[in-house]
């Protein structure tokens, strides 16, 4: 398992401010109950902020983690971005010290084994499983539960959300249900919103969610790309890239490599078994 921060580009120290106007009502109240009981396994739920650059909007985050106890921020972005005016993350400090910067979503997601992308919908085909906030927190209690479980909730930003292509790193999807308006082509919440409702349904869902109890766990989203650089590889080496171009896009090889749903302990053996695939059509080709 890859330690936190490990692989990141960069840590951000942020000044502690004052606690004053910070939310002392019945959520807060919620979050603390619920982080007592679950501390530990809130602290394998990593948030991942995709292309976010309003620092008062990554604020917002820091402090709905910090209400309802979770601690791991990521931020994916080309830019750099200045955490130091996050204004709005009152009391939460902590999070935005210890928050880790990438430059993939590939390398923000490498030790997570479930990893579940937020959308709005819209118009967008989709191909993934689809599941409303309200039916995700068992799910994700369940790997939490897990041996080694650990959870990345993907957002994008307020304009595009999750291209495609970082979609394709997800095992399955939520969407948030909002309310219709004729004047609204593509309703979508703001960010601090929007992860705020979906952590509060994870503690919440986490009171009633099913202990999965020691079951095998999942190969880590590192794993699941060297497996999809592998096969890949395959497909190109043995010709079928070249003749089913159509099937042999990475994003289509990584959707189908996540369907699989391929256990920790069986990584190793997928990953052998392609690199003997390469060594013989290789050696093959050189007779």
Same mark, same amino acid.
């Given at each position: 398992?890859?330690?936190?921060?490990?692989?990141?580009?960069?840590?951000?120290?942020?000044?502690?401010?004052?606690?004053?106007?910070?939310?002392?009502?019945?959520?807060?109240?919620?979050?603390?109950?619920?982080?007592?009981?679950?501390?530990?396994?809130?602290?394998?739920?990593?948030?991942?902020l995709?292309?976010?650059?309003?620092?008062n909007n990554?604020?917002?985050?820091?402090?709905?983690?910090?209400?309802?106890?979770?601690?791991? %921020?990521?931020?994916?972005? !080309?830019? #750099? &971005?200045?955490?130091?005016?996050?204004? +709005? *993350?009152?009391d939460a400090? =902590? /999070?935005?010290?210890?928050?880790a910067a990438f430059?993939?979503?590939e390398?923000?997601?490498?030790?997570?084994?479930?990893?579940?992308?937020?959308?709005?919908?819209?118009?967008?085909?989709?191909?993934?499983?689809?599941y409303?906030?309200?039916?995700?927190?068992?799910?994700?209690?369940e790997?939490?539960?897990?041996?080694?479980?650990?959870?990345?909730?993907?957002?994008?930003?307020?304009?595009?959300?999750?291209?495609?292509?970082?979609?394709?790193?997800?095992?399955?999807?939520?969407?948030?249900?909002?309310e219709?308006?004729?004047?609204?082509?593509?309703?979508?919440?703001?960010?601090?919103?929007?992860?705020?409702?979906?952590?509060?349904? %994870?503690?919440?869902?986490? !009171?009633? #969610? &099913?202990?999965?109890g020691?079951g095998? +766990? *999942?190969?880590?989203?590192? =794993? /699941?790309?060297?497996?999809?650089?592998?096969?890949?590889?395959?497909?190109?080496?043995?010709?079928?890239?070249?003749?089913h171009?159509?099937?042999?896009?990475?994003?289509?090889?990584?959707?189908?490599?996540?369907?699989?749903?391929?256990?920790?302990?069986?990584?190793?053996?997928?990953?052998?078994?392609?690199?003997?695939?390469l060594?013989?059509?290789?050696g093959?080709?050189?007779?």
């Amino acid at each position: 398992m890859v330690e936190e921060g490990t692989n990141r580009r960069s840590s951000f120290y942020v000044r502690g401010q004052a606690a004053g106007g910070c939310l002392r009502g019945p959520l807060f109240f919620v979050a603390a109950r619920i982080k007592d009981v679950n501390g530990r396994e809130l602290d394998r739920v990593v948030v991942v902020l995709v292309r976010a650059r309003n620092p008062n909007n990554i604020g917002a985050v820091a402090r709905a983690m910090h209400d309802f106890g979770f601690r791991r %921020l990521r931020v994916v972005n !080309e830019y #750099a &971005v200045p955490f130091e005016t996050a204004r +709005s *993350a009152v009391d939460a400090s =902590e /999070v935005l010290a210890e928050a880790a910067a990438f430059d993939s979503v590939e390398d923000a997601v490498s030790d997570c084994t479930l990893v579940v992308g937020t959308t709005a919908v819209g118009e967008r085909a989709l191909q993934h499983p689809l599941y409303a906030l309200t039916e995700v927190g068992g799910m994700i209690g369940e790997e939490l539960a897990r041996e080694g479980g650990r959870v990345a909730l993907l957002f994008g930003s307020e304009k595009t959300g999750l291209s495609n292509e970082e979609l394709s790193h997800c095992h399955w999807l939520l969407t948030i249900p909002m309310e219709a308006h004729e004047e609204v082509r593509h309703p979508s919440m703001n960010l601090g919103q929007a992860v705020a409702v979906c952590l509060y349904e %994870l503690v919440r869902g986490r !009171e009633s #969610a &099913v202990s999965a109890g020691g079951g095998n +766990s *999942a190969a880590t989203a590192g =794993e /699941v790309e060297r497996l999809t650089a592998l096969l890949t590889e395959v497909l190109e080496e043995t010709g079928y890239a070249k003749r089913h171009p159509a099937n042999s896009d990475e994003a289509q090889i990584r959707r189908l490599v996540l369907r699989m749903g391929i256990a920790a302990n069986d990584a190793p053996v997928w990953m052998g078994i392609l690199r003997q695939i390469l060594w013989r059509v290789r050696g093959r080709d050189r007779d």
